[in-house]
């Protein structure tokens, strides 16, 4: 019960964010916006979590971070960025923290957690492996996980749990004090070795900047 209640207030409050680092510098790329830094770096599926990482398959992953004089604020939105690949075609736009989770839950035909069998900290735990049919009535069978099928979430780590370590390092929409950072989405289920050049293209209250993510 209280676990539920922590999880409806966080998610009622939104994005919170990553870490940021101490200074731009620390981020592989960065340019200066008037008196705003924006710094960022590509962490292709990754999702760094308080509890552990998150690996997306589906999905591009960019953590940007704002870095701004004291006192300062400013309104961002994950909708301010989009991601151009190999320097042509439509740039990727941001996808919802929804979609993202959903992918992780749900995969199709590969894992998308991160590798060795499980993914978390503390007492948080998820397996790798195929989801179990549905149960359709009780007792046909399928509410139980055959013996050599293991379980894809564990009950310690709910589905409801997953959605909120995506949303809450999202980058937060609206208003914020500075420095801060967060995550970005972007669809794409193209081979990673097939990227060859990655442009991250910001257009937002402080103007536009492009960074190159790769080479």
Do not use: C
Request: charged letters at 20%.
């Amino acid at each position: 019960m209280r676990f539920a209640l922590l999880l409806s207030i966080s998610t009622l409050l939104g994005a919170q964010g990553t870490e940021p680092k101490a200074a731009p510098g620390d981020y592989p790329v960065h340019a200066q916006l008037d008196t705003v830094t924006l710094a960022a770096e590509y962490l292709v599926h990754s999702l760094p979590t308080p509890q552990g990482t998150l690996i997306a398959n589906d999905y591009l992953v960019v953590e940007v971070a704002f870095f701004g004089p004291s006192f300062s604020r400013l309104k961002m939105s994950p909708d301010n960025f989009t991601l151009r690949i190999n320097g042509k075609g439509t740039p990727l736009s941001t996808e919802a923290a929804g979609m993202v989770s959903g992918s992780i839950k749900f995969p199709s035909t590969r894992p998308h957690l991160e590798g060795g069998g499980s993914v978390g900290a503390g007492d948080g735990t998820i397996s790798v492996g195929p989801r179990p049919p549905p149960s359709q009535f009780p007792g046909d069978g399928n509410d139980r996980v055959p013996a050599n099928q293991p379980v894809t979430v564990k009950s310690v780590e709910t589905e409801a749990n997953i959605d909120h370590r995506v949303q809450n390092v999202e980058l937060p929409e609206g208003e914020h004090s500075l420095p801060r950072s967060g995550l970005l989405y972007f669809y794409y289920r193209g081979k990673i070795k097939n990227i060859h050049s990655l442009d991250l293209i910001y257009d937002g209250t402080m103007g536009k900047a492009t960074l190159k993510l790769l080479p």
